[in-house]
């Protein structure tokens, strides 16, 4: 039989981040320890309480087949949730429950952009807005966000990359793979953009709970004026409820633009599973302060690591203000980033994320996840104290 890839694969790339994890998971069935800081997961178990409410809803029988779009109470209970911490008005009907925010995405994309439609994407980012939208036939256009402007926008650079073909703007604060969050300027610059040009904004919200400014809450754009009509927000459980393994995630935008999304959907997964479902109402409605004390616990860690980080000769960082990741700028190196980070686990068993696997702007930093215990940490610090040594 001759097989060939439907074309419109031909442009899907595989993850960028996929040689580092090849990697490390050759050396470890070599039996050779690796102390990685590459994983996008807290390393917290879920909560008890979740895992009682699964069991209980097993229990309960809740095995069979729910509304594609998602139970009636987590719909409910998201929507207390948008309320209550982002200042978000929706109702059920503008939610759908999806598997995990990587559904999500491929949802909010695919059911939103048409062949030869613009994207514009922030530079770096986390690699499925680069891929999927070629899927779908439409460009991407990268904006950049560096940093030495912080990463924030630059207004004028989005505004010259609007072009009557452009549909959306990607936003993705918390970032991964930067830990920019975007300010009330950047925030309201690109909300004038999306008004002026007619445009959606997508926002990846799925780091909201890890903002390390006391003071500060992750503001969402869609609670801007005016912009929840054009907005796809799109949340989930993974990260500030330690349920990465339970894949769920969910999409809160206005019913025209939900409805497709279900239909589309419905076709991929008939639905989130329904006892994860269950137990995500209970995640949702009986918070027991595991996010906060998770938050501390990585404000603590990001801390160390950026201190460490900046005592050394050739690696700096900017201070992350939010998501559990470091960019860290290796370019005194004089190295590329997949080179540098080839190095660092061949010769030290240090794992790290090239950043150029999140668009051209990444070339020169490695990413470095703080969701790691402290143990793993110091072990890495000595190893970049090595490492650095070296240059
Ligand atoms: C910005 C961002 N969005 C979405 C996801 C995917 O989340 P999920 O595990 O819920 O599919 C990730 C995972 O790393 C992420 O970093």
Redesign the pocket.
Known sequence: MKFEQAHRLENLHPSGTRVVFSKCGQLAREGIKVTALTV??PDYDTPKYIVEACKKALDAGYTRYTDGDGIPELKKAVCAKLEKENGLHYEPAEISVT???????FVALMSTLNPGDEVLVPDP??L?YNEIPNIAGAVVKAYDLLEENNYQVDVDQIRSLVTDKTKMIVI?SP??PTGGVLGMESLQAIAAIAKEHDLIVLS?E??DHFVYDDEQQLVSIASLPDMKERCIV?N????SMAM?GW???YIAAPVNMIEPMNRLSFYMTAGATTFVQYAGVTALEEEDGSIERMRQEFKRRRDYLVAEINKMKNFSCQMPEG?FYIFMNIKKTGMTAADFCNYAIDKYRLAMIPGSAFGKNGEGYARLSYASSMEVLKDAVDLLHKLDAEF
């Open positions: 996008g997961q598997t995990g925010v990587a559904q999500a995405m980012v986390y499925t993705v970032s991964n990846d799925i780091y799109l989930g459980f993974s990260k990465t894949r769920l995630g998501a």
